[in-house]
């Protein structure tokens, strides 16, 4: 039997669904810490087992007559790293036998704060553990993008502190198809997979795919985190959370994120979703 994690969270639950298309409901567990979150998940016959990652005797209970888990990683800024040990220690406990873990893609060697760090300590424990493991590097939802540059279409420009930095964004959809297809086949066993874009796209890109959807001109203007980080602050978010976002920024300009793979294309079996179509969908949906 199988078990993801984060089941109620974007990715965990999409993931479900796509294993739900290829193997029966009997064969998946899902592991959520807020079970009436999960109704549609227990009447579509998924296991649905009960365990925060703080909760270590909650998680041996949930993980037992497992043999594959998926850790969904914790959100950042809420100690991670000892949510993903206690995860990975009671899987070994329970007897699980292989730990896919999602980190994030780390094309350059740029650390970002709290959540490379963090995804750096737990691969090593996990490789230390004694499972098996896979490790998946989650390139930077195109779900994400809203955030950096503002959820509206711009009137005339994008200001973001991303330099001349690029991205191979990914639809967190067909990531999970991606993480399902691994989950449910073999070869796997302590590989490391970029689960990224086919292509990888610039700013500049995004304002000229902008521009062409828009019928008006919209450019792309490097700034500098500080009145990047005002300027969110002004639309609402909380200072850390606009903090966090300039984080991204960076990440990107420095090329963490910038290198796209074509692994998610081959398990997909097609091109997976391109910046125009993203952009059509998501900031045109009536054109
Ligand atoms: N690649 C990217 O662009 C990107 C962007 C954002 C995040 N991420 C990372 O990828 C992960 C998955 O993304 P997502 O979009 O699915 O995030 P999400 O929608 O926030 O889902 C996170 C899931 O983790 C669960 N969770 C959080 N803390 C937990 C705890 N202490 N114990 C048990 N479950 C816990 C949440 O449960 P509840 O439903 O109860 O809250 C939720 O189901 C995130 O957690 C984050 O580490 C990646």
Known sequence: MLLVTGATGGLGHETIDCLLTTIPAAEIAALVRDASKATDLVQRG?????????????????????????????????????????????????????LF???????????????????????????????VYTILKNGYYFEGLGYLIGSEVPESEIEVPAGEGKAAFVKRAELAAATAALLTSEAHDNQEYTLAGSEAY??????????ALAGRPIVYKNTEPAPYI???????????VAKFFAQWDDAIKHGMLAVPDGTVERLLGRKPTSLREYLKTTYFPAN
Do not use: C
């Not at 999602?102 to 424990?125: C, G, H, K, N, W």
């Not at 610039?202 to 521009?211: G, I, N, T």
């Not at 005002?230 to 850390?240: L, N, S, T």
């Open 230 to 240: 005002a300027q969110k602050v002004a639309a609402g978010f909380p200072e850390a």
């Open 101 to 131: 873990y999602t980190s994030i893609q780390r094309s350059s060697d740029f650390v970002m704060p709290e959540v490379t760090e963090s995804d750096l300590a737990t691969e090593a424990y996990l490789k230390a553990s004694g499972l």
């Open 202 to 211: 610039s700013f500049h890109d995004v304002a000229q795919e902008l521009s």
């Open 46 to 98: 998924v296991d649905v087992r009960r365990a925060d990652y703080f909760d270590y005797p909650a998680l041996v209970q949930a993980f037992r007559g497992i043999e594959k888990v998926l850790l969904v990683s914790a959100v950042a800024f809420t100690d991670r790293v000892s949510q993903h040990r206690n995860v990975i220690d009671a899987a070994k406990e329970a007897g699980v036998k292989h």
